[in-house]
T-cell receptor
Framework: EAQVTQNPRYLITVTGKKLTVTCSQN?????MSWYRQDPGLGLRQIYY???????DKGDVPEGYKVSRKEKRNFPLILESPSPNQTSLYFC???????????FGPGTRLTVL | DAKTTQPPSMDCAEGRAANLPCNHS???????VYWYRQIHSQGPQYIIH???NNETNEMASLIITEDRKSSTLILPHATLRDTAVYYC??????????????FGQGTILTVHP
């Protein structure tokens, strides 16, 4: 089944403890992206990747890192999480940047 | 990307057609109209998109006015499972932000028994 998967789905952590949220797609998509969703602010793009080894900042990149070492995976890294990064995170992918994007199920992160 | 305006909420009776409007009066020639929905806090689900012609798929129909300044998403026979937030998004096909989807507040559609 064609899908975007994220792990973990739920995570509670403490300030400063490094964490990684994984994202994987099995559709051979070139374009991948991370969004965060907060009440009243909608979904905002954090980082995106046009292809392997090509990443760029979205609208709210501060406090986040990404890597794209292989086409199927696009992990989101929080080196030193803070409470303001408590949010619902979605990974998305598309064949190219101009094609329809498909979203993962989401990761709910709480930073205490 | 052009800005979109949607009503904050709408109701629909189960089995009836749900018509969700969207205004995008500043849309430009290379911008597509996309519709997504989000059920509770699940990942946004793609529904349909179009440039200027009307489109139909197994989920819905998209009617775009001739001047392209507004559109309507039609769910022909709404069910309780169609209760969700529906987002109308205008998206460029080129430029520096052409990969990004800009989600507004959307329309909360509630389907009643």
């Amino acid at each position: 089944e064609a899908q975007v998967t994220q792990n973990p789905r739920y995570l509670i952590t403490v300030t400063g403890k490094k964490l990684t949220v994984t994202c994987s797609q099995n559709m051979n998509h070139e374009y991948m992206s991370w969004y965060r969703q907060d009440p009243g602010l909608g979904l905002r793009q954090i980082y995106y990747s046009m292809n392997v080894e090509v990443t760029d900042k979205g609208d709210v990149p501060e406090g986040y890192k990404v890597s794209r070492k292989e086409k199927r995976n696009f992990p989101l890294i929080l080196e030193s999480p803070s409470p303001n990064q408590t949010s619902l995170y979605f990974c998305a992918s598309s064949l190219t940047a101009t094609d329809t994007q498909y979203f993962g199920p989401g990761t709910r992160l709480t930073v205490l | 990307d052009a800005k979109t305006t949607q009503p904050p909420s709408m109701d629909c009776a189960e089995g009836r057609a749900a018509n969700l409007p969207c205004n995008h009066s500043t849309i430009s020639g290379n911008e597509y109209v996309y519709w997504y929905r989000q059920i509770h806090s699940q990942g946004p689900q793609y529904i349909i998109h179009g440039l200027k012609n009307n489109e139909t798929n197994e989920m819905a129909s998209l009617i775009i006015t001739e001047d392209r300044k507004s559109s309507t998403l039609i769910l022909p026979h709404a069910t309780l499972r169609d209760t969700a937030v529906y987002y109308c998004i205008v998206r460029a096909t080129g430029g520096t932000s052409y990969g990004k989807l800009t989600f507004g507040q959307g329309t909360i559609l509630t389907v009643h028994p």
